[in-house]
């Protein structure tokens, strides 16, 4: 697929740009599905074979190759140069003539970029809110400074990769058995990390990563924590303590607590420092009780991995529809994985409650530009096998899916990757579209639960903050039962509209707040998915 330039007409957002619940405008039952009347592409809801006899707006046409469900044909003639329109937005261009029919995929799109009005603030339309009394409640646990938790973990931080082995050590020797008399106490968990010397200091880098676990050590999730050095690093413990704000007196238990390893008296005497430590929090840490709270306390962040030609239709709209729903109960939504808005990035300018708050989405992209700049990477066009094989040609067809995530409500502020998120409403973080990057950066900026959406089947889990996976098809949902939380694949199989499963995941939501295990978390997901983002040189 090439990567080209092309001077069309700044391409104007309709369809789900306006309202992610307009995939249910489309009709999703027979074979194939249309989106939108502009849209000179059709999705094939199953799979098509050659020759195949197919009804493209009343006239009879035989499929002119073999489709996989979740693909796009030809709904007619599209001529070499022509744009592709899905939604009715811009996809790319026909690198050749395609008859009615035909498969349309990458070997015949060409990935185009072309200028966008970024329209700010045009289509912000104003929430309505609910008064407070009527506002949805879950089962939370608050804190003595009025944080509300959804889970109660003591969780343990290494400052550098050298201490890594010791904090795993310290956890693993917290067995089910050790715990049982700590029923309140959700587990004790190790964050393991790759960095925190051989790094350029000061940098962005090791900037990113002090404030990435900084946003752990606070995460009202935690009843306690320990930080774990070595001595020798350059993200010293002391400093990051220090520069962090992590060394103000708690009001919730012990705090944050400290060893390092070359002061401790090496490996063996640190783990068992660290174990008593830990000990010492479990008593206070076990009082916690579950009490209602208002839906306002939750903040949710919004994930998408492995994505397929059915994400844009179901699970990703049916997850704007629930955010739409949570910010009018006072929560938040945070939307993330900046390469994945690459080209679609006007439909949340336009959204943007101010023109300083577009423009700071804009220069983020336009960092990621410069980053990502002779690299083969997804910004610059090219997704993954995965997403390739489930029907999706380049990174603006899933962009145009991803951002459905964020609903419809205004794009109140932007924050930088890991920076805390303290406005409520819609709002964006920067990150890389990597999965385990983006929600560390997610659950450091205060996600307390993490939504994610899948369409070929992600195998992942979260640790404070758990993780609700949604299915964006049926047969996956099923094959991976064990691992999928909820089938958003009955929007396409006419059992719900989009704004029914929104509302269903807004349900399934308030109850994992409230204390229900989520599928990765019955698994024993979480312990290896903690992963800053890694930014610069490795000296």
Known sequence: MSHVFADLTTDRPTGPQADPAAAQTGVLTGALIRLNDADNVLIARVALSLGQPVSLDGTPVRMRAQVAAGHKIAARAIAQGEAIRKYDTVIGRAARDIAPGDHVHSHNIELIDFARDPGFCQDVRPVDFLPEAERATFMGIVRADGRVATRNFIGILASVNCSSTAINRIAAWFTPERLADYPNVDGVVAFAQTSGCGMSSPSEHFDVLRRTIAGYARHPNFAGVLIVGLGCERNQVADLVSSQGLDQPSTDGPGVQTLVMQ??????????????????????????????????????GLECGGSDGFSGIT?????????????????????????????????????????????????RLAWWERYTHGHNGQFNGVVGPGNQQGGLANIFE???????????????????????????????????????????????SGANLICFTTGRGSMFGSK?????????????????NEDMDINCGQVLDGERSVQEMGQAIFEHILEAASGTRTKSELLGLGDHEFVPWHIGIVS
């Open 263 to 300: 002061n401790t008296g090496g490996t063996r005497a640190t783990i068992e420092a660290g174990i008593a430590a830990v000990q010492a929090m479990l008593p206070a840490a076990n009082q916690v009780r579950r009490q209602p709270v208002s839906a306002s306390h939750l903040k949710i």
């Open 315 to 363: 699970a990703n709209p049916a997850l704007g529809a629930a955010m739409d729903i949570l910010v009018r109960h006072g929560g938040t939504a945070i939307l993330s994985e900046t390469p994945e808005i690459h080209g679609v990035e006007y439909m949340l300018t336009r959204r943007a409650v101010t023109p300083e708050v577009g423009q700071k989405l804009l220069d």
């Open 398 to 444: 899933k962009s145009l899916g991803s951002a459905m995530k964020g609903g419809t409500t205004p794009l109140q502020a932007v924050y930088e990757y890991a920076e805390p998120i303290v406005q409520s409403g819609f709002v964006f973080m920067d990150s890389p579209g990597y999965d385990p990057v983006a929600v560390t950066g997610q659950i450091a």
């Open 464 to 480: 404070p903050a758990p993780t609700i996976k949604l299915a964006s098809n049926t047969p996956m949902f099923e094959r991976l």
